[in-house]
T-cell receptor
Framework: GDSVTQMEGPVTLSEEAFLTINCTYTATGYPSLFWYVQYPGEGLQLLLKATKADDKGSNKGFEATYRKETTSFHLEKGSVQVSDSAVYFCALSAYSGAGSYQLTFGKGTKLSVIP | GAVVSQHPSRVICKSGTSVKIECRSLDFQATTMFWYRQFPKQSLMLMATSNEGSKATYEQGVEKDKFLINHASLTLSTLTVTSAHPEDSSFYIC??????????FGEGSRLTVL
């Protein structure tokens, strides 16, 4: 079946440091790829997405490129802020038949940014 | 963007009681809704998929009689945790799939069973 593997945390960075959270996937067909963010005490929010190979998703300074050749979708940000402290989930969406799509999540990576 | 409302956001109940969590799509019709459970320090686990007007499809290992799912309309799905026990304490999240296949998440419901 489909699966998503992302680097284990927690990750602790100083403010303005460069962030990379690795994510690789296995899937049949051509999935869409997502990064979700969960801030403390809140639900999931979509951070960015890419629907086909070589697409780059970007939002709030975060970027990720859909790399089919390496089956990866690594999340990057050039300069993190304290407010970026959250849990980040990599996910893929694949068509599961009957007009519906199913998400498969990675385990999540907790990011803590210290001043 | 589309909004999915989940209620209640927090609930505390006594062991043996039942708890109902609602998931509503506020500005779109959701042909399919999904229920996830999030364990501490672990990933989201898909519990079941529900399509409006039909029985939910449960993932392997999820007890159907324990977690009752009803999707009575295109904008509402409910998850009822029956005879809750402390091990059912968790964060439950719903998502709704629009007719275009986009997924939108609820805010989640934290259940604590005493």
């Amino acid at each position: 079946g489909d699966s998503v593997t992302q680097m284990e945390g927690p990750v602790t960075l100083s403010e303005e440091a460069f962030l990379t959270i690795n994510c690789t996937y296995t899937a049949t067909g051509y999935p869409s790829l997502f990064w979700y963010v969960q801030y403390p005490g809140e639900g999931l929010q979509l951070l960015l997405k890419a629907t086909k190979a070589d697409d780059k998703g970007s939002n709030k300074g975060f970027e990720a490129t859909y790399r089919k050749e390496t089956t990866s979708f690594h999340l990057e940000k050039g300069s993190v802020q304290v407010s970026d402290s959250a849990v980040y989930f990599c996910a893929l969406s694949a068509y599961s038949g009957a007009g519906s799509y199913q998400l498969t999540f990675g385990k999540g990576t907790k990011l803590s940014v210290i001043p | 963007g589309a909004v999915v409302s989940q209620h209640p956001s927090r609930v505390i109940c006594k062991s043996g009681t039942s708890v109902k969590i609602e998931c509503r799509s506020l500005d779109f019709q959701a042909t399919t809704m999904f229920w996830y459970r999030q364990f501490p320090k672990q990933s989201l686990m898909l519990m079941a998929t529900s399509n409006e007007g039909s029985k939910a499809t449960y993932e392997q290992g999820v007890e159907k009689d324990k977690f009752l799912i009803n999707h009575a309309s295109l904008t509402l799905s409910t998850l009822t945790v029956t005879s809750a026990h402390p091990e059912d304490s968790s964060f439950y999240i719903c998502s709704a799939s629009s007719l275009r296949g986009e997924l939108f998440f609820g805010e989640g419901s934290r259940l604590t069973v005493l």
